[in-house]
């Protein structure tokens, strides 16, 4: 048998490499061998830390049995979902058309040409052995009743490639979309609960940033009703277990409504987003929680995430030693063999532990649903917990890197190294981006993935573009760093061309790429925002930094899908209305020019972040060597010598009497330069704000202050 798996760059294919199944990529030859044997094809989809991925793997693929079954009548292809997202978009669809539902692992039998007709997702042992005993015995007795079948659902699927939602061309009213969308979201609104819907529960991220976003802006209707979502959901995922109480970092949902057990994976992508969102509610609110679960969640992804390349990898499996959970749930009897009898009991009653558990076998999930009393025991207890958890089985981690998601940890990192003053998070920001730009990217085109500096072989799709831009534009103007505006410009001139479909909207594949059974296009947000919003954004944030006419009005065309979707499922148009919110704002250009070394340049770098209206765009330089219209227009503030020149937001922006300066514009037209944090709040604040997040050494009317630590 042959080992075809061994030399993946996927750590998912890898676990199946020692199969008994004589499994093969996704490639050409597969399919060939698939007509040359004249057999169908299974194909398996799945990703490394899928629980009941590794479930059908034990019960079916390492068992000799099936694996005859399988060798002898099919051949079988794994594919990582991750790292071949189109792939998997494509037979997803499939499947949710034949069986009303999807999910991972998912099992697709089809013909030799890739037309499916016969899809579901996990199969019991046994159930999956007559299944393959039934599908070989169709196939050989019945074979035009198959291909026949085959053919209409595909002739389906590329009947719909163009997606289900109408747009393109322009964006239409997006205040009244945005304003739409809140009433639909608080109608979806659980008050007591957090979050929107019933079990299980996603971490609604880009939906609770549009609604922060929302809440900024003067006169919105429902402002107060977004801001209260907003804050009523992300404090009750915070204080849940969804949410590592030990370590930081999110579960990938809860299985509950309440937030209480989570699917333990950990995903990078809702890690980064999520940071960045809370980030942004400490900003608005200056809630200490917000600000707590920002930390940790960076800390946490640098921590358990970071590679030896420098990029952060993809994944934290639900399992360890076998046991989903087992790493992260605890009985009172660890606490007391642990803490000892006092601390034990204080431990179960700050973390939830309970005798008869809150998850499985009598083991709980820890919660923190309100603040000790005492901060100094509390700590302690925590820590001693922590350190003995190290002791513990560790989940798998999958060491891939995935471009998109990589993206997503740049903007995420780096933002919140400026909001939060720490530094080492901007750090990590800045050596992610070099990996991805100069690993995965080459002659203008990206990889998918990497693992262990060897690219893998699928192409970058539209959000890995997208996305990679976005966090490009957000590193920079936290740096002073212009190149990665340039580089952030050539990618998505490439999604304009290689990946627009002509009218406004996107595909999500590029046009030169592997023809599958159709080009999948879907502009909704998944757990992640869908190319088309990440597009969007960085779209326009390219625009504002540049004055590119052409980008924001390919901005604004990328959203004409998003009042049709957030029409009839808002939740899966959060990065859209996000970008709407954007749009409605100007959004504000921030041009912040000084001497690196003058430590007032960064005190109004900051506050410039921190009173940022939503969407706005930074841009940092030195301001060059004159004062009051002398100079060059400044140059980066790293000593790289490239601020001005990437960056034509900085071109003509000068220090005013010798100080560091700012500048506030939109759409290229600028107010009257300012030196002063103080004067910054009514030049950069909407008037509807309630400010809370700093301190800049006074309050300015309506607004309360705190502390910037």
Not at 47 to 56: E, G, R
Not at 286 to 298: F, G, I, K, Q
Not at 449 to 468: F, K, Q
Not at 568 to 575: D, K, L, S
Request: proline share 6%.
């Amino acid at each position: 048998m042959a080992d075809r798996l061994k030399n993946a760059t996927s750590p998912y294919l890898l676990q199946h490499a020692d199969n008994p199944v004589d499994w093969w990529p996704w490639s050409p030859e597969a399919f060939a061998a698939a007509r040359e044997r004249d057999v169908p094809v299974m194909l398996s989809v799945g990703y490394s830390a899928c629980h009941w991925c590794h479930v059908m793997a034990h019960e079916s693929f390492e068992d000799p049995q099936t694996a005859a079954l399988l060798n002898d009548n099919v051949v079988s292809i794994k594919v990582d979902r991750e790292e071949r997202p189109d792939v998997d978009a494509v037979y997803m669809t499939a499947t949710q058309a034949m069986t009303g539902q999807g999910g991972w692992p998912m099992t697709v039998f089809m013909t030799p040409d890739g037309k499916p007709f016969y899809s579901g997702t996990y199969f019991p042992h046994d159930r999956f052995q007559r299944l393959v005993l039934a599908v070989a015995q169709t196939w050989r007795e019945d074979r035009n009743s198959v291909t026949d079948q085959a053919g209409r659902i595909a002739a389906a699927l590329a009947q719909q490639a163009g997606g289900p939602w109408p747009g393109g061309g322009g964006a239409g009213d997006l205040a009244g979309v945005c304003d739409q969308a809140v009433l639909a979201l608080a109608r979806d609104y659980e008050a007591e609960r957090g979050g929107f819907g019933g079990a299980p529960k996603f971490p609604p991220s880009m939906v609770c940033e549009f609604l922060l976003r929302h809440s900024e802006r003067p006169g919105a209707p429902g402002g107060a009703r977004a801001l209260d979502m907003a804050t009523g959901t992300m404090a009750a995922m915070a204080r849940g277990g969804i949410y590592d109480q030990l370590g930081g970092g999110f579960a990938r949902y809860s299985v509950d409504a309440d937030w209480v057990v989570p699917h333990f994976e950990k995903m990078l992508y809702d890690n980064a987003l999520l940071a960045r969102a809370y980030a942004h509610l400490w900003r608005r609110t200056a809630d200490p929680l917000a600000r707590r679960v920002a930390r940790e969640t960076c800390a946490w992804m640098i921590r358990e995430l970071r590679t030896d390349e420098g990029g952060l990898a993809s994944a934290l499996d639900a399992d360890s030693d076998g046991e989903e959970g087992l790493f992260y749930t605890w009985t009172p009897g660890e606490l007391r063999e642990v803490l000892g009898p006092d601390d034990a009991g204080y431990a179960a009653e700050v973390f939830g532990v309970t005798k008869d558990g809150t998850f499985e076998h009598g083991r709980s999930v820890l919660q923190r649903r309100a603040d000790p009393a005492d901060e100094e025991r509390f700590g302690r207890v925590s820590a001693a917990l922590l350190a003995a958890r190290a002791g513990r089985v560790r989940p798998g981690r999958d060491d891939k890197v995935v471009t998109a998601w990589n993206g997503l940890a740049i903007g995420g990192l780096a933002e919140c190294g400026l909001l939060l003053a720490e530094p080492e998070f901007v750090t990590a920001a800045q050596q992610v981006a070099e990996l991805l730009t100069t690993l995965h990217l080459a002659d203008g085109r990206l990889a998918r993935t990497s693992r262990a500096g060897e690219v893998g072989r699928g192409a970058g799709v539209l959000e890995d573009y997208a996305c990679l831009a976005d966090g490009l534009l957000a590193l920079s103007g936290v740096t002073g760093q212009g190149r990665w505006v340039a580089i952030a410009g050539d990618l998505l001139e490439t999604a304009l061309t290689r990946f627009g479909d002509g009218s406004g909207g996107f595909y999500d594949t590029a046009d030169d790429g592997e023809r599958l059974l159709y080009r999948p296009a879907d502009p909704a947000d998944g757990p992640s925002p869908s190319g088309t919003f990440a597009a969007a954004g960085a779209l326009l944030s390219y625009a504002a930094l540049t004055g590119s006419f052409r980008h924001r009005e390919a901005a604004v065309a990328a959203l004409g899908v998003v009042g049709p979707i957030a029409d009839r499922f808002p939740r899966a148009a959060g990065a859209g209305l996000a970008v709407a919110e954007a749009v409605l704002a100007g959004p504000a250009e921030i041009a912040v020019v000084g001497p690196a070394a003058d430590p007032r340049t960064g005190e109004l770098h900051r506050a410039a972040a921190l009173l940022a209206p939503p969407g706005a765009v930074l841009a940092l330089g030195d301001g060059g060597t004159g004062t009051d219209g002398s100079g060059d227009g400044g140059t980066a503030t790293d000593g790289s010598g490239d601020g001005a020149a990437a960056v034509p937001l900085l071109e003509g922006r000068h220090l005013v009497g010798g100080s560091p300066t700012v500048y506030v514009c939109r759409e290229f037209t600028c107010r009257t330069p300012l030196t002063d944090p103080l004067e910054l709040r009514e030049a950069l604040g909407y008037p509807a704000v309630t400010w809370a997040g700093a301190d800049l050494g006074g309050s300015a009317p309506g607004r309360t202050t705190s502390t910037l630590e």
